[in-house]
């Protein structure tokens, strides 16, 4: 599972120009599911999410977790973190989980955070969706399962 995680003040996930999705202060999470994950694999990120310490402490040190700070989370599907771009000029996805994998570890991942106290929103595992996000930081980071 590759995972993009963005440090936010706010992020707002639109389907079809109406609003699915939203968080305030938190993190942006764009996840891809990859061949060979498994609900292992899913359960491990999520707890790491839930103990990184990656929020801004009054010292301004990165400090603090998501539950620290009383954050909240927006969960998008984005396959193309699965673009493997080393040959040619054209993407492609092999590794990518396939689309009824993908979208039980999606629906799995969010449950998780859920049930660690995370609020959490969601976009629409698939479809078209155009993300709105503020930066804090920037801070982003990137997990991969396999790495």
């Known amino acids: 599972m590759r995972v993009l995680l963005q440090r936010v003040s706010s992020a707002k996930v639109y389907v079809d120009g109406k609003l699915k999705g939203s968080c305030a202060k938190g993190l942006l999470i764009f996840v891809c599911a990859m061949k060979g994950d498994d609900e292992n694999v899913v359960n491990a990120l999520t707890q790491k999410i839930s103990k990184l310490r990656i929020f801004e402490s009054s010292e301004g040190k990165m400090d603090l977790t998501l539950h620290d700070i009383g954050g909240e989370a927006l969960v998008i599907s984005q396959f193309t973190l699965a673009a493997d771009i080393k040959k040619g000029n054209r993407p ?15 629906e799995l991942f969010i449950a998780n955070l859920k049930r660690i106290k995370i609020p959490t929103q969601q976009g629409v595992f698939g479809a078209s969706m155009k993300v709105e996000l503020l930066n804090n930081g920037p801070a982003t980071f990137w997990l991969d399962s396999n790495s």
Do not use: I
């Open 92 to 106: 492609g996805f092999s590794s990518a989980a396939n689309p009824q994998d993908a979208n039980y570890f999606y």
